[in-house]
């Protein structure tokens, strides 16, 4: 096929760049009446050899939102669990958002598509930055070929968006479904969490329905659709999406290896499940790939609700405690009382009867973190807890961390560590959080060894034994009939008074070697771990309350017992926890003999766990003086203070790096980022170009990979270099800019335009990386103040103190 071999001199790069700067979109094209698409739009031949069979053997369930006489609230709720579980997306009827605004809205995208190019131009823009925006192809530059479509953006929340910031020619149309289509969201996500066991306003609570974006879509009729897509395979990256379609059809969902149409069914909104909602329930909800072929009709028209927080947070913490995890049978942990649902749309609800309620949550939420799980984890820019705890440890490293700490993992991450190691009465090792998919032991079917002996999601999460290859349902191990330990003192029967004193002998053992304090379970038996606890545990008075003042001796400073208090109280802020150097504000463990502070978070760290970037051997904690021996495999930089330490292969994370999750999504990215440890091969860190020597979080579907730290780097900063704020980003070389040279407009020195940058799309200021944020890259600091757009504060450096254990 002549399109299939590119002639000679074709430069693809040049005629991507012609395009944009066409700021025409694909209707530009088709209004200068091709017959043939242009290149940059055809799939290559080996995406095309390698399709999936289209079929329409899978129905695809229209739910009828209303109810209908017969119909209750709980058999709408068991008809969306079964769509979100099976195939990830369905239809609503019924759904309460009359025809006229739906209507209005196609007809209101039409018309802006339709304008005069030098209108719609107005608002062509390509970056993320701008909260209205015009465009083709979002993804041009990085995308194997362009995609049939414009499309028209609005982010409408969580901050109101200026209805003046909306052409007028779709202002009222979008302002009216923007609104409905929020409050239907809202119904389906209580829809979702009773579907997942949960109280109505569970995922509401976790603001899943805080942030939506409004995409318009144009797809015009193409000369040779067979050739290129209308949108490319994907699956969403936010929670929930809802989309309009009109009546021409293209929508594909891939179901068990074959694409399926999602026909336009006549009054029907297509609602698919997100790749958040998918971490969130752990797998047990589906993000469907899906994607829209393109047509000798035309033009098609769509528009996309994308319930996301988008930009607006900065590390937030999602956990969603499954309820497929719990047996059936299990008794609630006090459960709450569910307040009555709301009405599914407005004309067609009944009031429910006690028998058609959800079944009743079973435990309560969110103050139990008992299920909490790393793989779901995720993380979003979005403003910090009160400022409490540590930075991350590649932030207190040299050099010394901003005085006022912001949290790339901040309490979020001392909480979520607590959860990842249990020990259940019913197994002799501890259990750690692990992905199923980072075992591997060859066998494709894995079954909970220790409780119920039922199947266990191949994509999930389990607790797991790496000792013995055992492993349990999460909620299997929580709800066993004893109460399970974990490795935190706090949650240790403090009734045995024999291992209590059996400990003491155990912390008499502490060594002290080469400047490194061995942890005394290094050395022991796996059951010494609980020992200790239990010994942390009688040594505790009070109880869960923050009130309470417990009393541990440490084996970081074995001289003096260990208090817990509020040094806000005492007014004491401000100093410095001597397992991870940051700042301590807040409850902490204090020696009232030295000056020796210890977060609450650090001095409960568990003296051993399993690590999914190191599964073979445990690692113990220990606590070390700098060294050149001992660098952290995470984050690359030297040890320093808490350390999670493998003997055997010399492996090192510092307590903070071993704590983020493995999961994240961050605005840099718009998939999910896996953490994996190094590769045998040489492997370069997209951003900054540098090998890979370390961990790196990389996302499947993109081949993107980038080391730990920069994965980890805050996606949007203000900072004295420039008066807006800078988004990280990859900017496209310009083809035709004659000078082949790129300056760093910070320190305007030469810059490589293959590293991502701190950019400003507004101004096309971009600044190297270590410019903005040197502090966090470990170069050297900028000096003065920096800005985080999620901390109101300029924050400055401190001066970190040497290590010393008195
Ligand atoms: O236009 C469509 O039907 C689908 C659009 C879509 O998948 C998206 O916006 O993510
Ligand atoms: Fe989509």
Known sequence: ME??????????????KAFDES????????????????????????????DHPISDEVPIPVIDLGGGASLGRSSVVEEIRGAAESVGLFQVVNHGIPAGVVDGMLAAARGFHEMEEDEKRKLY???????????????????????????????????????????QICRDATLEYSKQVKRLGTTIFELLSEALGLRPDHLLEMDCAKGHAILSHYYPACPEPELTMGTSRHSDPDFLTILLQDSIGGLQILHQNKWVNVPPVPGALVVNIGDLLQLMSNDKFKSVEHRVLANHEGPRLSVACFFNLHNYALTRILHLLPPHFLPQTSPPISPPTPPPPPPLSPPQST???????????????????????L?????????PPPLRFSTPSFQTRNPPPPSCIFGLSAKWVRVVSLQLFVKSPRHRHPFSLTSIRSIDDGTDEY????????EVNPKGSVYYCAKCNYMAHLGCLTSAPKPCIKFSYRDVDVSSSQSVNQSNTQMDQIGFDNGVFNHPSCENDDENLTKLSHRYAALRAGNESSEVVGEIVHFSHQQHPLVLNDLEKNEKNGVICRGCWGQILGFAYSCSQCNFFLHQWCAELPPKIQHPIHPNHT??????????????????????????????????????CASIPSTIITGIHNHPLFLRQKRPYLIKCNACRSDCSGTVFECERCALVLDFKCALLPHKVRHKCHIDPLALTYVPVPVDDDSDEFYCDACEELRDPNHWVYYCADCEFSAHMTCVVSELLGGPPSKGLIQFDHHEHLLSLITKPPFNSS
């Not at 590119?6 to 991507?16: E, M, V």
């Not at 793989?375 to 403003?383: G, K, M």
């Not at 001992?630 to 055997?648: L, M, R, V």
């Open 447 to 454: 079954y909970c060894d220790i409780v119920c002996e039922g």
């Open 351 to 373: 009031s429910q009867s006690p028998q058609q309620q959800p079944p009743n949550p079973l435990h309560p939420l969110p103050n139990t973190l008992l299920w909490l799980h």
């Open 619 to 656: 690692l113990t904690l220990i606590a070390i003086s700098p060294s050149p021996s001992y660098q952290c495999n995470a984050c690359s930089e030297p040890c320093d203070g808490f350390t999670f330490n493998c003997k055997i292969c010399s492996f090192n994370l510092h307590a903070m």
């Open 375 to 383: 793989p779901l984890l995720t993380l979003f820019l979005h403003s």
């Open 3 to 16: 399109t299939s071999t590119p002639p000679p001199n074709y430069n693809r790069l040049q005629a991507l």
């Open 23 to 50: 700021k025409a979109g694909v209707k530009g094209l088709v209004d200068r009446a091709i017959t043939q698409i242009p290149r940059i739009f055809v799939r290559p031949a080996e995406e095309l050899a390698g």
């Open 125 to 167: 823009v390509r970056g993320i930055d701008k909260r209205v925006r015009f465009g083709s192809n979002f993804d041009l530059y990085g995308s194997r070929f362009a995609n049939w479509r414009d499309t028209l953006y609005f982010l409408m929340g969580p901050d109101p968006l200026d209805p003046l910031e909306l052409p």
